[in-house]
């Protein structure tokens, strides 16, 4: 079935320090990707998509791209900021049939904390 | 336009007991959501809804109920409260059902089950 893997964490890192975090998935078809954040004590909110192979996805100085020959979507930050600790999930929504279409399925997020 | 709203933020049950969570939205959303996170395993969907009156399950629906009666409002029943059910429930909604389309989240109702 479909799933996603995400690195494990916590990932600590100072501040103004490159991001990386790796996400592979395993999908029938042609699913979208996703990367939600999730803040302290707040619901998960989308940070960047990306819909079919090649696409990449940007927000706030995060960026992905859709790679569909090593599966991978993996999210990077040039430089961190202490505001950006929190929770990051990687997601797809898989083609599905009839009513399963537009499902999430999630990788079980990684926490990141950057210090001054 | 208040988003996706939850209430309460947080409960306790004792083991046994049943209990609605209740989840709202004011975006006219036709897609609904209840997912459960519990440390370690990412959020899993537990039932969803694709319009009023349409309701189906998700990855683990066991324990839990629902129903549409408004394209507003998707509450989830907890039947007989688990401690395994001790977790953190959200909702979320988004404008059609398919797969580009954006959800969004509800806050978040903390349960704990005794």
């Known amino acids: 079935g479909n799933s996603v893997t995400q690195m494990e964490g916590p990932v600590t890192l100072s501040e103004e320090a490159f991001l990386t975090i790796n996400c592979t998935y395993t999908?029938?078809?042609?699913?979208?990707l996703f990367w939600y954040v999730q803040y302290p004590g707040e619901g998960l909110q989308l940070l960047l998509k990306a819909t079919k192979a090649d696409d990449k996805g940007s927000n706030k100085g995060f960026e992905a791209t859709y790679r569909k020959e090593t599966t991978s979507f993996h999210l990077e930050k040039g430089s961190v900021q202490v505001s950006d600790s929190a929770v990051y999930f990687c997601?797809?929504?898989?083609?599905?049939?009839?009513?399963?279409?537009?499902?999430?399925?999630f990788g079980k997020g990684t926490k990141l904390s950057v210090k001054p | 336009n208040a988003g996706v709203t939850q209430t309460p933020k947080f409960q306790v049950l004792k083991t046994g007991q049943s209990m609605t969570l209740q989840c709202a939205q004011d975006m006219n959303h036709e897609y609904m959501s209840w997912y459960r996170q519990d440390p370690g395993m990412g959020l899993r969907l537990i039932h969803y809804s694709v319009g009023a009156g349409i309701t189906d399950q998700g990855e683990v629906p066991n324990g839990y109920n629902v129903s549409r009666s408004t394209t507003e409002d998707f509450p989830l029943r907890l039947l007989s409260a688990a401690p395994s059910q001790t977790s953190v429930y959200f909702c979320?909604?988004?404008?059609?059902?398919?797969?580009?389309?954006?959800?969004?989240f509800g806050p978040g109702t903390r349960l704990t089950v005794t």
């Open positions: 979320a909604s988004s404008l059609g059902q398919g797969r580009t389309y954006e959800q969004y």
């Open positions: 997601a797809l929504s898989d083609r599905g049939y009839g009513g399963s279409q537009g499902n999430l399925i």
């Open positions: 999908a029938t078809g042609y699913p979208s």
